[in-house]
């Protein structure tokens, strides 16, 4: 999923940017500097759980006619995936004109357009949209630039929001057809239940013995069943 949301990113901004530029999910390095036609860099950095509606966990069910669970959906979580965009090209003119490119469409156009989702993202039901630097959120820290052998550069931070597509869970167990409760005692040989040995005392019951229960669930037609005590 992580794959088709830099995907749907990059075709997105493509259309927005010079023919030519170089749209990569992957970690800026300090050689794309010598690229003549530009380098546009979507480094994932940090993914959040979104708020939400609080649908968290809630799962939908759908039902036969007559009244069995046939399916369970679950619900559709949205994150937020901040990625830190920056530009290389020889010319740093080009760099601050990718980059407000971006600002621009982002700025004025936040909805990605249907056309542009790839792979599970179409079927979700939820939009894929985008920020730059959206309140709230922690912004880009230092030691990030560090962490990637880079000195720090004129960057954006991108945040889009966008569904994981939801779960379908369809061959589920139909329920138990008939439970038949019956009652039997343990085998003779156990000598479970004794109250009274054959010839000990007066009016003595021989090999008297507790009944016990047993529960036999979706038996079918002509299979056996427990026997009723």
């Not at 901004?13 to 170089?22: D, E, K, M, Y």
């Not at 036609?37 to 940090?46: D, Q, T």
């Not at 179409?122 to 030691?143: D, H, S």
């Not at 019956?182 to 040989?189: C, D, F, I, L, N």
Request: aromatic share 4%; with cysteine; net charge negative.
């Amino acid at each position: 999923m992580l794959d088709e949301l830099g995907t749907t990113i990059g075709a997105y901004l493509g259309q927005v940017l010079p023919a030519g530029t170089s749209v990569r999910q992957a970690p800026p390095s300090d050689t794309w500097k010598d690229q003549d036609s530009g380098i546009v860099s979507l480094f994932l950095h940090r993914v959040q759980a979104s708020g939400g509606d609080g649908s968290a966990g809630l799962w939908t069910e759908e039902r036969a006619p007559d009244g069995r669970v046939v399916s369970r959906t679950s619900p559709e979580q949205r994150y937020d995936f901040c990625y830190l965009v920056t530009a290389w090209s020889t010319d740093s003119e080009l760099e601050f004109g990718l980059l407000g490119a971006i600002l621009r469409a982002v700025a004025n156009a936040p909805l990605v357009p249907a056309e542009h989702l790839t792979g599970s993202l179409k079927q979700a039901r939820g939009a894929v949209t985008l920020y730059i630097g959206r309140p709230g959120l922690p912004p880009v820290q230092p030691e990030l630039w560090s962490a990637l052998g880079l000195s720090p550069r004129v960057s954006l931070d991108l945040v889009a929001t966008a569904p994981v597509p939801a779960v379908v869970q369809a061959n589920l167990s139909r329920p138990p057809e008939t439970i038949d409760l019956g009652v039997a005692g343990p085998p003779a040989s156990s000598g479970l239940g004794t109250t009274n040995p054959a010839g000990r005392g007066s009016g003595a019951v021989g090999n008297q013995r507790r009944p016990t229960a047993r529960i036999t669930e979706g038996a079918l037609d002509g299979q056996a069943r427990g026997e009723a005590g």
